[in-house]
């Protein structure tokens, strides 16, 4: 019944900027954290950056500086704000989150988006 879906995904310039986003929807009681993770082709999925319901955020080391990952709590959405692109960033990027269905569940359980493709090539 909970349903991930993402938007904002496209093709850019080295050095521009996209803005992902992604909607939780669906039987949520509470989301303890959300986040975005990218795979590109021959590699392995890699965690981009988290954030928790209390507004703790992590990133990985090669996109400090350049992505912001934001909350909208009250809209079961997360946004990944991307800036000063490379052609490295190219990648699928899929959206995560880990939520409560219930006040009776005893842990949370993780949800996957369908994942957006970004480009980034000159």
């Known amino acids: 019944q909970v349903q991930l879906v993402e938007s904002g995904g496209g093709s850019v310039q080295p050095g521009g900027s996209l803005r992902l986003s992604c909607a939780a929807s669906?039987?949520?009681?509470?989301?303890?954290?959300m986040g975005w993770y990218r795979q590109a082709p021959g590699k392995e999925r890699e965690l981009v950056a988290t954030?928790?319901?209390?507004?703790?955020?992590n990133y990985a080391d090669s996109v400090k500086g350049r992505f912001t990952i934001s909350r909208d709590n009250a809209k079961n959405t997360v946004y990944l704000q991307m800036n000063s692109l490379k052609p490295e960033d190219t990648a699928v990027y899929y959206c995560n989150a880990g939520l409560y269905t219930s006040t009776w569940s005893a842990r949370p359980a993780d949800y996957w988006g369908q994942g957006t493709q970004v480009t980034v090539s000159s």
């Open positions: 669906g039987s949520i009681f509470s989301i303890t954290a």
């Open positions: 954030i928790t319901s209390g507004g703790r955020t």
